[in-house]
C-alpha cells in the first residue's frame, strides 16, 4: 500500500505476512483433501459396481464422509481468510463449487445404493413364517444402520460448522488487529511529517530572522 504524503510503498506487517501464510497452508490442504476425496470416490463407485455387501460399503462410505466433511470445513476456513485478504472470496468459491458438484453426485449415489441394497436375500427352505421374520428383522436392522450412519453424518457436519464459526471468530479478532495496526501505523506516519513540516518552519523561520 503506498503512503499518500511520501509516494513509498508501505511495508507489510506481521499480520498481513501471517495471512498470506495462512492462506498458502488452508489452500493447500484443501487440494490434498480433494485429491484424497477423488481417489475414495473412485473406489466407491466402483464398489457400488460390484458389491453388494452392505457393511463393505457402509464402511469405505464413512471413509470418504470423514474427508468430505473435512474437505467442507477446510474451505470454510479458507473463504474467511480470502475475505480478510482481499475482501472476497466469491471467485474461489465459484470455482470450488464446480468441483464439489462431482462429490455431490457420490453422496447421492450411495444414498440411492443404500435404499437399494437395504434388504438382504434370505435362504431358501425356510418356514414362511419365520422368513417373513427374518425379511422384518433384516430389513428394520438394515433401516436402523442407515439412520446410524445418517445421524453420524449430521453430528460431523454440525461439529464442523461449529469450529468454522469459531475459526471464523479468531480471523475476526486478526481483522481487527490488522486494522489497529495500520491506523497506528498511519498516525505514526502523520506525526513524522508533522514533525519534518515543524522543523522546517523553524528554519525557516531562523533564516528570516538571521537575514
Request: net charge neutral; aromatic share 4%.
Given at each position: 500500500?503506498a503512503?499518500?504524503?511520501?509516494?513509498?510503498?508501505?511495508?507489510?506487517?506481521?499480520?498481513e505476512?501471517?495471512?498470506?501464510y495462512?492462506?498458502?497452508r488452508?489452500?493447500?490442504?484443501?487440494?490434498?483433501?480433494?485429491n484424497?476425496l477423488v481417489s475414495?470416490s473412485?473406489?466407491?463407485e466402483e464398489?457400488?459396481?460390484?458389491?453388494t455387501?452392505?457393511?463393505?460399503?457402509?464402511?469405505?462410505?464413512k471413509?470418504?464422509?470423514?474427508?468430505?466433511?473435512?474437505l467442507?470445513?477446510?474451505?470454510?476456513?479458507?473463504?474467511?481468510?480470502?475475505k480478510?485478504?482481499t475482501?472476497?472470496?466469491?471467485?474461489?468459491?465459484k470455482?470450488f463449487q464446480?468441483?464439489?458438484?462431482?462429490?455431490?453426485k457420490?453422496?447421492?449415489?450411495?444414498e440411492?445404493?443404500?435404499?437399494?441394497?437395504?434388504v438382504?436375500p434370505?435362504?431358501?427352505k425356510?418356514?414362511?413364517d419365520v422368513?417373513s421374520?427374518l425379511?422384518?428383522?433384516?430389513r428394520?436392522?438394515?433401516?436402523?444402520?442407515l439412520?446410524?450412519?445418517?445421524?453420524s453424518q449430521?453430528k460431523?457436519?454440525?461439529l464442523?460448522?461449529?469450529?468454522a464459526?469459531?475459526?471464523?471468530?479468531k480471523?475476526?479478532?486478526a481483522?481487527?488487529?490488522?486494522k489497529m495496526?495500520?491506523?497506528?501505523?498511519?498516525?505514526?506516519?502523520?506525526?513524522?511529517i508533522?514533525?519534518?513540516r515543524?522543523?522546517l518552519?523553524?528554519?525557516l523561520?531562523?533564516?528570516e530572522?538571521s537575514?
Amino acid at each position: 500500500m503506498a503512503d499518500g504524503a511520501t509516494g513509498e510503498t508501505r511495508p507489510r506487517t506481521h499480520t498481513e505476512k501471517g495471512l498470506e501464510y495462512h492462506l498458502d497452508r488452508k489452500s493447500k490442504y484443501r487440494r490434498g483433501c480433494e485429491n484424497k476425496l477423488v481417489s475414495l470416490s473412485e473406489d466407491i463407485e466402483e464398489l457400488l459396481t460390484t458389491s453388494t455387501d452392505v457393511n463393505e460399503v457402509k464402511e469405505l462410505y464413512k471413509k470418504w464422509l470423514k474427508v468430505y466433511d473435512e474437505l467442507l470445513f477446510t474451505h470454510e476456513s479458507l473463504q474467511g481468510l480470502l475475505k480478510l485478504s482481499t475482501g472476497s472470496g466469491e471467485s474461489d468459491d465459484k470455482e470450488f463449487q464446480d468441483r464439489n458438484s462431482r462429490f455431490h453426485k457420490v453422496k447421492d449415489s450411495v444414498e440411492q445404493w443404500f435404499g437399494k441394497h437395504s434388504v438382504q436375500p434370505t435362504p431358501k427352505k425356510i418356514p414362511s413364517d419365520v422368513k417373513s421374520r427374518l425379511s422384518s428383522a433384516s430389513r428394520t436392522s438394515s433401516q436402523i444402520s442407515l439412520e446410524k450412519l445418517k445421524e453420524s453424518q449430521r453430528k460431523a457436519e454440525l461439529l464442523a460448522k461449529a469450529s468454522a464459526l469459531d475459526e471464523q471468530r479468531k480471523l475476526e479478532a486478526a481483522k481487527l488487529e490488522l486494522k489497529m495496526k495500520e491506523e497506528e501505523l498511519k498516525i505514526k506516519t502523520e506525526l513524522q511529517i508533522s514533525d519534518a513540516r515543524s522543523k522546517l518552519l523553524e528554519e525557516l523561520e531562523k533564516s528570516e530572522l538571521s537575514s
